[in-house]
């Protein structure tokens, strides 16, 4: 059972920027897909961002431009560069690791928006 677990998330101001990051407990580089999700009060969970082994990230329209999705496999953790942020960023973040047969979900990490 791989444990993942997520930080840094906390409170920004709008126009802020802010680094999240999974730690998972065994190597990250047999996952086929690694993802970022996040929720907001009242709403469905939303893909933010994913990064499939050997290809291009890619994000959902609302952070297109602002996210940035990455990995360090040696140190078996997977970033979220978040910049510009917005009130709308506001949620918990979630991280997701998929392999076939296998699918790992983080905690959460709460991220509030608000001057």
């Known amino acids: 059972q791989v444990q993942l677990v997520e930080s840094g998330g906390g409170l920004v101001q709008p126009g802020g920027s802010l680094r999240l990051s999974c730690v998972a407990s065994?190597?990250?580089?047999?996952?086929?897909?690694m993802a970022w999700y996040r929720q907001a009060p009242g709403k469905q969970r939303e893909l933010v961002a994913t990064?499939?082994?050997?290809?291009?990230?890619n994000y959902g329209d609302s952070v297109k431009g602002r996210f940035t999705i990455s990995t360090d496999n040696a140190k078996n953790t997977m970033y979220l560069q978040m910049n510009s942020v917005k009130p709308e960023d506001t949620a918990v973040y979630y991280c997701?690791?998929?392999?076939?047969?296998?699918?790992?979900w983080g905690q959460g990490t709460q991220v509030t928006v608000s001057s």
């Open positions: 997701n690791m998929w392999k076939p047969g296998q699918n790992y």
């Open positions: 065994e190597s990250i580089s047999s996952f086929i897909i």
């Open positions: 990064i499939p082994r050997g290809a291009a990230p």
